[in-house]
């Protein structure tokens, strides 16, 4: 199995990653990419790029180079057990691609319920196309519940090889995570969340995660980039044009 497109990376706007747009997109190129997706922080988290960053990039980051079409997005942070996140409709509309995700810096840990309670709230944002990294030990819910409502609110459950990589225990809840989505056939999106060029499209833990799982490759929507156009297109109408 192999990934067409990437679409949780970030680059050098937010200060704990470390090359810039053109790099990313080089570093997709060569990974034989067809597909990227920016996704810097969102202003609540402490590295974010100015608002300006979000407002400025449509404009500025040519849709295709180097092969590669280029989709200009966000990874939003959850701010609540109501599953608010730190970027207001005016803020998301104009972007094609919104990762939404917990971190420990602007979330505390909390109960299942709670956890539960925030995701299938967020599943109402018809702004949000992926749950990004949500194998996270610190923030557990009700996989059945809430990844079933991810299917039927259409949010990509993201296998994030960052984590995956780094993290044991993140690890241990995808294998769960997986199966039910397996089960339920739930797509899925796999994502370096790289911050540096380097890492742009490097996503063999999860590969192999999933391949040790026989998860089918029909459900990992970017295998395929045109699938992801189509899910973008859908939403958005036809930012390729
Ligand atoms: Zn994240
Ligand atoms: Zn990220």
Excluded at 125 to 137: E, L, R
Excluded at 168 to 174: D, W
């Amino acid at each position: 199995m192999f990934i067409q497109a990437d679409t949780h990376t970030h680059t050098i706007a937010s200060t704990h990653a470390y090359s810039t747009v053109m790099e990313m997109i080089s570093g997709a190129a060569k990974a034989g990419l067809k597909g990227l997706a920016i996704t810097d922080h969102a202003t609540a988290m402490p590295d974010s790029p100015h608002i300006w960053h979000f407002h400025n990039i449509k404009r500025c980051v040519p849709k295709k180079y180097d092969g590669v079409e280029v989709v200009c997005g966000v990874e939003a942070n959850i701010m609540d057990y109501e599953g608010n996140l730190d970027f207001p409709e005016k803020e998301l509309k104009p972007l094609d691609w919104v990762v939404a995700s917990m971190h420990m810096d602007l979330i505390k840990p909390s109960t299942v319920e709670n956890i539960t309670n925030s995701y299938l709230k967020l599943c109402e944002n018809p702004y949000v196309d992926v749950i990004g990294h949500c194998a996270s030990p610190n923030f557990m819910f009700d996989y059945e519940k809430v990844l079933k409502a991810f299917k039927e609110y259409e949010k990509l459950v993201e296998i994030n090889e960052n984590s995956i990589f780094h993290k044991k225990k993140f690890r241990e809840n995808y294998v769960e995570i997986i199966k039910i989505c397996k089960k339920y056939e739930i797509p899925v999106i796999v994502n370096s969340d790289a911050h540096i060029c380097v890492h742009v499209g490097q996503v063999g833990e999860s590969i192999k995660l999933l391949e040790e799982l026989n998860f089918p490759e029909k459900l990992v929507i970017n295998t395929d980039w045109e699938k992801v156009k189509e899910f973008i297109v859908k939403k958005r109408g036809n930012i390729f044009e």
